[in-house]
Nanobody
Framework: QVQLVESGGGLVQAGGSLRLSCAAS????????VGWYRQAPGKQRELVAD???????NYADSVKGRFAISRDNAKNTVYLAMNSLQPEDTAVYYC?????????????WGQGTQVTVSS
């Protein structure tokens, strides 16, 4: 059973920084891609950033230049460094990992971590 455990959320003032971590129970090599999503109250869950096994990254326009996703394969962990946080970044942040097995694609989600940015 694959488990993704997020940590690092919290309350921060506007302009501050946080770093989220997503630790996988198995080898992170089997997941491609791994991404961070967020869901604010009353809104749909949206992609924030993701990263492939080759290190290619993809960001939502709203976070480009402020957020950075990275992976530490030795620690089976993916990080999301968030800088210049704004109140509109307030949401529950989820880690999502995808794994392909033949023609079947498996998707795993973490339980989420709350990020609250005060103005």
């Amino acid at each position: 059973q694959v488990q993704l455990v997020e940590s690092g959320g919290g309350l921060v003032q506007a302009g501050g920084s946080l770093r989220l971590s997503c630790a996988a129970s198995g080898s992170i090599f089997m997941f491609n891609p791994v991404g961070w999503y967020r869901q604010a109250p009353g809104k749909q869950r949206e992609l924030v950033a993701d990263i492939t096994t080759t290190g290619s990254t993809n960001y939502a326009d709203s976070v480009k230049g402020r957020f950075a996703i990275s992976r530490d394969n030795a620690k089976n962990t993916v990080y999301l460094a968030m800088n210049s946080l704004q109140p509109e970044d307030t949401a529950v942040y989820y880690c999502k990992a995808e794994r392909a097995s033949g023609s079947v694609r498996y998707i795993y989600w973490g339980q989420g971590t709350q990020v609250t940015v005060s103005s």
